[in-house]
């Protein structure tokens, strides 16, 4: 298992918005990981940056 943070760009954002929450992890996120996305966009105006969790080349978060 190799864990790495990756920022989120226009090359992977598709990738990380199709996940999918699971039913326990529901009461932690508010919305879809798209809905969160675009709040982050929006909201923080670049003050924030949105970032993707991956084991290996897998993108799991």
Do not use: P, W
């Not at 929450?21 to 932690?28: D, M």
């Amino acid at each position: 298992m190799t864990l790495h943070i990756c920022k989120i760009t226009n090359e992977n954002r598709n990738e990380i918005a199709n996940l999918k929450v699971t039913g326990e992890q529901h009461k932690f996120i508010e919305s879809t990981v798209l809905d969160c996305l675009v709040d982050a966009d929006t909201k923080y105006k670049g003050d924030a940056a949105s970032v993707g969790f991956y084991d290996g080349d897998m993108t799991i978060g």
